[in-house]
């Protein structure tokens, strides 16, 4: 079963953009918090950016100013636009969706950022 579909990454120059789409179902998207979070070789998963229902976002300070994070009801997608990409945000990202009691997570989709 495949609850978070994950899609958008890639391979972008320094300054390039690219936008990360996550599709879940209704049942999660309307109710859940969701968030992107990613993880570089040899560190730790961090959260990148976090969304509840009702829109109410944050994300992580390095981040700030360049990515942003949306929800398209229409769609049961969870999207990050990453603008002005650097090459510290080459990472694999995840969709995750808390369910309070089980987090949910998606495969992760490459993004890689060159200098």
């Known amino acids: 079963q495949v609850q978070l579909v994950e899609s958008g990454g890639g391979l972008v120059q320094a300054g390039g953009s690219l936008r990360l789409s996550c599709t879940t179902s209704p049942s999660i998207f309307k109710i859940y918090p969701m968030a992107w979070y990613r993880q570089a070789p040899g560190k730790q998963r961090e959260l990148v950016a976090g969304i509840t229902r009702d829109g109410i976002t944050n994300y992580v300070d390095s981040v700030k100013g360049r990515f942003t994070i949306s929800r398209d009801s229409a769609k049961n997608t969870v999207y990050l636009q990453m603008n002005s990409l650097k090459p510290e945000d080459t990472a694999v990202y995840f969709c995750?969706?808390?369910?309070?009691?089980?987090?949910?997570w998606g495969q992760g989709t490459q993004v890689t950022v060159s200098s």
């Open positions: 995750n969706a808390d369910l309070r009691v089980r987090v949910l």
